[in-house]
């Protein structure tokens, strides 16, 4: 038996998200099914995190269990032939068998892509979020100075959130323009259900005027969600890397 | 009672194509529900012409009558605001009533995009074509020029069409390239059914040596299906312009 370490990308606007669920077509189902081919059993994948409905994948990780003696070198061709087009294996590496996708992860980076353009592009809907109004830059990086660090971000995750500890690190927070463009970096320990999203609506918030940067501080000071920016919608969304 | 003239682009990955379907989500059947509300009554929109599921448009146009008194000036952005975000009004302007979206073509412009990197790549999968072959440009010029003129398209159809008349006219068959990307683009009077991506397809199979160019002449000579290449997959099919 050997543990295999996958890097995948996935275009998530045709998945019910990252985690299985019965009757959906979800990236971790279609993952499974594919492995299970090879493998000729069904073998259980544990991928780095989950991610939701719409969230697309540059580089998102996962390791299972391989029961049979394949090469680990063919094995991205072999799976890239079994799966669907809009999942494609980048890597495929043997790890310790102590290694784990989720729990030995250091770090996270998730990329939020913005289209500011003020026309409306059809082919943006599925692939970034849109904002039409003028966002103020340095307001912007103010924001995100203010939510970098070690903080409690209950106010910046969603009611929905299963847990009690809601301190996590924020190592930084980048924002790219590029023509009509925004690439808003948010790269962190761990991160709470919706959380980019929230951080990257209050920092467009606050960017286009419609939040004051005292309104932020609440809260992440208060941990008050109300007092914080949007959601951005899903589709804007890309986890870009996983560091062990 | 106003002829209304509209320009609209869509991302056709997440709709069953163009014609209204019963409890299926359609590009006609969004803008109808659309005009319904500014409208107050259901009004029909006759497009240029179906594009199948997975198909995009670029510039599809379609006609409808309006009803009520609404500037057609702001009419793009009243539509807009209330369609999804894979669809995009471009323009709306006034035209004769006897002016008809399908039946006053002149002509009608595709555009089939082709993704010819080694690579697998998760997010060309619903906007190209990938062929993953070398591709010898001087045979498919070759074989573009062939299929240029006014013939019988019998061998470069479905077997679906619905027609006893298969003389179409392609006024231009042009090739670009650009990095790892090849667009091929056709213009023609009127298109049989699945006629653009069967084309591409035979161009296609020539060009990485799977097919000969007799056998796509005796396809377009003999009219059969058999002698010519493969359908391309929906997704990399662009409705690019139509002229009145």
């Not at 594919?34 to 996962?62: M, N, Y």
């Not at 924001?143 to 930084?172: M, N, P, Q, V």
């Amino acid at each position: 038996m050997k543990r295999v370490l996958l890097t995948l990308s996935y275009d998530g606007t045709n998945f019910y998200g990252w985690q299985k669920q019965n009757g959906l077509r979800t990236v971790q189902g279609e993952i499974e099914k594919a492995i299970e081919i090879i493998a000729g059993k069904p073998c259980e994948v544990f991928g780095s995190g989950r991610t939701d409905a719409g969230v697309h994948a540059l580089a998102q990780t996962a390791h299972f269990d391989l029961p049979v003696d394949i090469p680990i070198s063919r094995l991205s061709e072999v799976l890239n032939n079994l799966l669907p087009g809009d999942i494609a294996i980048t890597c495929a590496e043997e790890v310790d068998l102590n290694f784990h996708a989720r729990f030995s992860i250091k770090k996270k980076r998730y990329q939020y892509r913005v289209y500011n353009g003020n026309v409306k592009d059809a082919f943006m809907c599925n692939r970034m979020g849109w904002v039409k109004y003028t966002l103020d830059e340095e307001k912007m990086l103010e924001c995100a100075k203010l939510l970098e660090g070690r903080h409690d971000f209950h106010g910046y995750c969603s009611s929905a959130t299963c847990t009690s500890d809601f301190i996590r690190e924020i190592f930084a927070i980048d924002i790219l323009k590029e023509d009509d463009f925004y690439y808003f970096e948010v790269e962190g320990s761990g991160f709470l259900y919706n959380m980019v999203r929230i951080i990257v609506g209050t920092i467009v918030d606050v960017g286009r005027g419609k939040l004051s940067i005292e309104s932020a501080r609440e809260a992440l000071e208060k941990g008050d969600r109300s007092k914080a920016g949007v959601t951005m919608p899903a589709s804007g969304l890309y986890l870009k890397s996983t560091t062990y």
